[in-house]
């Protein structure tokens, strides 16, 4: 069965400070990646997203992630961080069957920002 | 374009009472999903349809049934509430499958006394 596994629960960095969250995942083929950004009282918003190609994938507010099959990961970077970007982060990942998305999700990360 | 609403925000529930989650989206998608979010557990799906007139269980869907009556609006029913259904629901839809990307609604608190 395919899961994930986001290990820091809260994370707390300076404003201007880079930052890496991290996930792993256990899947038994080559999956779909996702990391979604949840502000407090909202729904999900789409960071970014794998599926093949190019292991580095770019996505939106200035932030990327890399696919590491080898080490089952699919950490999600960003090289300065802003207050704005204090929220939950999300890292999913699942099958598509007949179009549908099945993810399976990370138990999420806190971010907090120190100014 | 209100993209995807839910209605209501908030609901208190004694156990045993019925009610439904509406979920509606402007965007003419295709695909539409339940999820119920708790704490440290992140997101599970408990339903989703793939097109009008079409549904089909996620993760946990023991205790819920839903609707794709009319291709903009997804119904989530709970017909005996229990206090283990208390939880914060988001409804997503997306314009195809595969990875097209799916658009959140705000989310509706219920809790099950």
């Known amino acids: 069965a395919q899961s994930v596994t986001q290990p820091d629960i809260h994370i707390t960095v300076s404003e201007g400070a880079s930052l890496e969250l991290r996930c792993n995942y256990s899947?038994?083929?080559?999956?779909?990646l996702f990391w979604y950004v949840q502000s407090p009282g909202q729904g999900l918003q789409l960071l970014l997203k794998y599926f093949s190609g190019d292991t580095l994938v770019q996505g939106i507010k200035g932030f990327e992630a890399e696919f590491k099959r080898s080490q089952s990961s699919f950490n999600l970077r960003k090289p300065s961080v802003h207050w704005s970007d204090a929220a939950e982060y999300f890292c999913a990942v699942g099958p598509i069957i007949q179009g549908a998305q099945k993810l399976v999700f990370g138990q999420g990360t806190r971010l907090t920002i120190n100014p | 374009n209100a993209g995807v609403t839910q209605t209501p925000k908030f609901r208190v529930l004694k156990t045993g009472q019925s009610m439904t989650l509406l979920c509606a989206q402007d965007m003419n998608h295709e695909y539409m999903y339940w999820y119920r979010q708790d704490p440290g557990m992140g997101l599970r799906l408990i339903h989703y349809s793939v097109g009008e007139g079409t549904t089909a269980k996620g993760e946990v869907p023991d205790g819920y049934n839903v609707s794709r009556l009319k291709k903009q609006n997804f119904l989530l029913g709970l017909e005996s509430a229990a206090p283990s259904q208390t939880s914060v629901y988001f409804c997503?839809?997306?314009?195809?499958?595969?990875?097209?990307?799916?658009?959140f609604g705000p989310g509706t608190r219920l809790t099950v006394l």
């Open positions: 997503a839809s997306s314009y195809g499958g595969n990875t097209d990307t799916q658009y």
């Open positions: 899947y038994g083929a080559t999956p779909y």
